[in-house]
Nanobody, 132 residues
């Protein structure tokens, strides 16, 4: 069973930095795209950054380009999001996600990324709050 556990969220002042981590288990980690998504109160879930299986390709939403960096360590089954120069509008619940469609979860939440990869496995989320 795929499990994703995020850590590293918290409160930070605008202009500061925060690092998120997501530990994956229950599957062959290196075979799936990984991503970070966020959801602010009253808004839909938004793709923040995604990374391919070997870490050679990354994609970012325009609003975080140049400020956030996604990376992965396949030896540690972990994906990271380095957040620099954070802004109040970055405040949201941040979710780690893995590529794939769960087979035995009723109607799982699926997100089709901008590059066409379907993400269907989700962590519980970690809150990031940026104060001005």
């Amino acid at each position: 069973q795929v499990q994703l556990v995020e850590s590293g969220g918290g409160s930070v002042q605008a202009g500061g930095s925060l690092s998120l981590s997501c530990a994956a288990s229950g599957y062959t980690y290196s075979t799936k795209w990984m991503g970070w998504f966020r959801q602010a109160p009253g808004k839909g879930r938004e793709e923040v950054a995604i990374i391919n299986t070997d870490g050679t390709s990354t994609y970012y939403v325009d609003s975080v380009k140049g400020r956030f960096t996604i990376s992965r360590d396949n030896a540690k089954n972990t994906v990271y999001l380095e957040m620099n120069g954070v802004k109040p509008e970055d405040t949201a619940m941040y979710y780690c996600a893995a590529e794939g469609r769960p087979a035995n979860q009723g109607r799982p939440y699926l997100y089709k990324s901008a590059v066409g990869v379907i993400f269907g496995y989700w962590g519980q989320g970690t809150q990031v709050t940026v104060s001005s």
